[in-house]
């Protein structure tokens, strides 16, 4: 069946949320099939005078759409589950976007054979250069896991993986934009240490940070060898690098992602 006769209806359109409404309506999806759901009635004004969609309650939104992009944070999902489980029938699409949440946390909650996917996307969204991650759940077929990948691509790459692989994935592109606005920032702030106006350092990190983003991206190199390729014997290059490894930036980076991981696990776990 093609994707634009889906109705979708994004249950609890915050951050994430949102970004999956606008991407799928910059896509071309038919605003008549997109619904939303918001806690606050400021909110839900707020996306119908932006977005054009209708907003409703949550469990309107069980009834008419036929397929739930769940999108609440993670430890409001349990009570979320609760109000609209029985509501919901075993043959509609549930798409998790709660950070953390396995899809057998949504099993336990909804009926028997519902189909589950667990999406983890992230904010570059925004621009259409998202990375989601989809996994299935024990109940989600291949045509599920189509459908999700077309309602994704619109705000990016898609990559499926084993939903055991979901909480490194969280760790490592689910939070990796902050991440790099840490890296330009702190750049930034060295370009001002050495003199330069605060928008010339600016300007020459972020358009640095694309290139190189490209370059990664289109180049097929690996990592290592592009670095090597500006890392001249006894040039500035290194010796920048070899204070960056005096300092630890490495292992930092590589305990700070485990800690992201065990964080996303901790949510699933008082989620339950």
């Given at each position: 069946?093609?994707?634009?006769?889906?109705?979708?209806?994004?249950?609890?359109?915050?951050?994430?949320?949102?970004?999956?409404?606008?991407?799928l309506?910059?896509?071309?999806?038919?605003?008549?099939?997109?619904?939303?759901?918001?806690?606050?009635?400021?909110?839900?004004?707020?996306?119908?005078a932006?977005?054009?969609?209708?907003?409703?309650?949550?469990?309107?939104?069980?009834?008419?759409?036929?397929?739930?992009?769940?999108?609440?944070?993670?430890?409001?999902?349990?009570?979320?589950?609760?109000?609209?489980?029985?509501?919901?029938?075993?043959?509609?699409?549930?798409?998790?976007?709660?950070?953390?949440?396995?899809?057998?946390?949504?099993?336990?909650?909804?009926?028997?054979g519902?189909?589950?996917?667990?999406?983890?996307?992230?904010?570059?969204?925004?621009?259409?250069?998202?990375?989601?991650?989809?996994?299935?759940?024990?109940?989600a077929?291949?045509?599920?896991?189509?459908?999700?990948?077309?309602?994704?691509?619109?705000?990016?790459?898609?990559?499926?993986?084993?939903?055991?692989?979901?909480?490194?994935?969280?760790?490592l592109?689910?939070?990796?934009?902050?991440?790099?606005?840490?890296?330009?920032?702190?750049?930034?702030?060295?370009?001002?240490?050495?003199?330069?106006?605060?928008?010339?350092?600016?300007?020459?990190?972020?358009?640095?940070?694309?290139?190189?983003?490209?370059?990664?991206?289109?180049?097929?190199?690996?990592?290592?060898?592009?670095?090597?390729?500006?890392?001249?014997?006894?040039?500035?290059?290194?010796?920048?690098?070899?204070?960056?490894?005096?300092?630890?930036?490495?292992?930092?980076?590589?305990?700070?992602?485990?800690?992201?991981?065990?964080r996303?696990?901790?949510?699933?776990?008082?989620?339950?």
């Amino acid at each position: 069946m093609a994707p634009e006769v889906h109705t979708v209806a994004v249950i609890g359109a915050g951050k994430i949320g949102e970004l999956m409404l606008s991407g799928l309506l910059r896509s071309g999806w038919p605003v008549e099939r997109l619904l939303a759901t918001a806690r606050r009635p400021a909110r839900a004004e707020e996306l119908t005078a932006r977005y054009g969609v209708r907003v409703v309650d949550n469990l309107t939104a069980v009834d008419e759409a036929e397929v739930l992009a769940v999108s609440v944070k993670p430890q409001d999902a349990a009570a979320l589950l609760d109000e609209i489980g029985p509501k919901v029938p075993a043959d509609k699409l549930v798409i998790s976007l709660c950070a953390g949440l396995p899809t057998a946390f949504f099993n336990r909650r909804l009926p028997e054979g519902t189909p589950v996917v667990r999406v983890m996307t992230n904010t570059p969204a925004l621009v259409d250069e998202a990375m989601s991650a989809i996994s299935p759940g024990a109940h989600a077929t291949g045509a599920h896991l189509a459908l999700a990948e077309e309602m994704f691509k619109p705000l990016g790459a898609t990559l499926r993986v084993p939903e055991s692989q979901q909480d490194a994935v969280t760790a490592l592109s689910g939070s990796g934009p902050a991440y790099f606005y840490l890296l330009v920032e702190a750049m930034i702030d060295a370009g001002i240490l050495l003199g330069l106006p605060r928008q010339v350092a600016h300007d020459l990190i972020v358009q640095t940070a694309i290139g190189s983003a490209v370059m990664l991206r289109d180049s097929g190199e690996h990592p290592v060898k592009l670095r090597e390729a500006v890392t001249s014997p006894a040039g500035t290059t290194i010796n920048a690098i070899r204070e960056l490894e005096n300092h630890g930036v490495r292992a930092a980076m590589l305990a700070a992602l485990e800690a992201a991981r065990d964080r996303a696990r901790e949510l699933a776990a008082q989620a339950d």
